[in-house]
């Protein structure tokens, strides 16, 4: 099993309209870089002291850095919390470090320190190439802003890099939406992951639907829009690996498939939360979750004080569904070897009448010793996952 870490930077100079992300917005003079990555460090050193045999050595074959806005971050910071990772884990030669970034924050000069620093793959929230999109949203960079910083990765070489994208603004036609793809497909990239824009609860552009002040896109519309990505980044030869994450070659995300395999995670910072197995021997238990505040301040005092963390316990058919919610967004889908041998248990059993259902809707294919999500599949995802749930 592979093993993974996420590292939760929670400060954004502006918060999207559409985010239910943890972050918080501060002008560039109030965050507390130095203080939130001491914090940071603290908090890794100590819980490694304090479960030294499920972290110490351990081999790590991604690492990322999410927020939030990392790439605000000074490298010289990102380079110390790599360094304090480096004492205590085990890098595999290929490991795969990404950094999130959002135009605007970035130049050649920071590009390259961050490389310097260690980071080999920047994920670039573009979302979108229309200035009417971006201004409404509270995004923070106009489209030639995004533009030009996918000019400077590609004029730096970044080793990898990922675009991000959002589709189904209120109003936005299908041909604006090709627009921003074809754009997108024309750059030197071999990955991107495109969402539909949700209404979260909590948010700004949840409280305008509310007032009726906007109306979101129809469902039936998004999946159009989704529809005609799959064909257009088809086309441009990129592979939809996952529901919304397209790659040429085998450029996937090393860290995403750490998701969707249900691998080990553990996550530093505020908000951030973690997974890994309980090496069966609790019972039923089958992982231990941690979960850390949202609120940066109250994330400090949680590590200042105790180092401690929230921890939850999942069970075994919890755990059983997650696994399958997971592997059915992958269009590899779901290894039936695996499963039974992570679970003692045989997956054709446990969820026997979602896979007929789903088989017989032609969302799912039983295919050797696969369990497969066909391009149905992946529309009616939600669908399909909720079949699973009657088991
Ligand atoms: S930049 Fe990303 S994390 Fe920050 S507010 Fe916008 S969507 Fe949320």
Redesign the pocket.
Known sequence: MKNHIYIHFPY?L???H??D?N?H?RSPQDIPYQKYTETLIKEIDTQIKQEPHRLENKTIHSIYFG???PSLMPATFVFNILNTLERHFTFTNKIEITL?A?PGTLNKDKLNAFKEAGINRISM?I?SLNDNYLKRF???HSAQEAKDAITLLQEVAFPKWSVDLIFGFPNQTNNEWKSDLSYILKTDTNHFSCYALTNEPGTHYTQQIKRGQILPTPDDQLTDMLKLTYELSDKAGFTAYEISNFAKGLNYSEHNLGYWHYENFWGWGAGAWGQSDANNNQGNIFLLRTHNADDPHEYQQQIELTGTRYTEEVDYPTAMFEYVMMGLRLKSGISIPEFNSRFNQGILNVFESGIKFSIEKGWLEHSGDRLMPTFEGFIFNNAMVSSFIQD
């Open positions: 954004c502006y918060k999207c559409y985010c992300f972050s917005a927020g939030g806005t999130e959002n929230g979302q509270g995004r923070i």
